[in-house]
């Protein structure tokens, strides 16, 4: 009887560790996101722009990554993370990339108990990326 009670007592303590280090902004990039806006700024003004079909990136404990474009066509990136930051290294030299060879701030736009949601935001230029993956 009471392996069962600690099972239980661990099972709803794993989904509060998991939620509060989300909302600490320790956050794991490893899994599948949807990048869904890009904002940038034109003209001294922002900007943003929507997908009707969104790319998504798949990041894999290897540090590499799986990016698939609108169009269904798939590249392969690097990427390195450290506490806030995300590196994006392509293994590829592809102009107009969805998600450019760039360092990148991580700030947690939004989170629930089903998907977390965060900007990537380009240390040299400030455009930024709305990722969204489920939880």
């Not at 560790?17 to 940038?40: A, C, E, P, Q």
């Not at 798949?58 to 390195?80: P, Q, S, V």
């Not at 806030?84 to 102009?95: C, G, M, P, R």
Request: charged share 25%; proline share 1%.
């Amino acid at each position: 009887m009471r392996k069962i009670k600690l099972i239980a007592l661990l099972l709803a303590i794993v989904p509060a560790v998991s939620f509060r280090d989300h909302n600490k902004n320790h956050l794991s990039m490893v899994g599948k996101w949807g990048i869904y806006h890009t904002v940038y700024t034109e003209n001294n003004k922002s900007v943003a722009s929507t997908c009707n079909v969104c790319p998504q990136v798949i990041f894999k404990t290897d540090n590499t990554a799986n990016l698939t474009d609108e169009h269904g066509k798939t590249f392969r990136l690097k990427w390195h993370q450290k506490s806030d930051t995300l590196q994006i290294e392509n293994t590829i030299n592809v102009s107009q990339m969805i998600l450019e060879e760039n360092n990148y701030l991580i700030h947690i736009k939004d989170t629930t108990e089903h998907y977390v949601e965060i900007e990537l935001i380009m240390m040299n230029r400030g455009e930024k990326k709305i990722l969204r993956k489920k939880i």
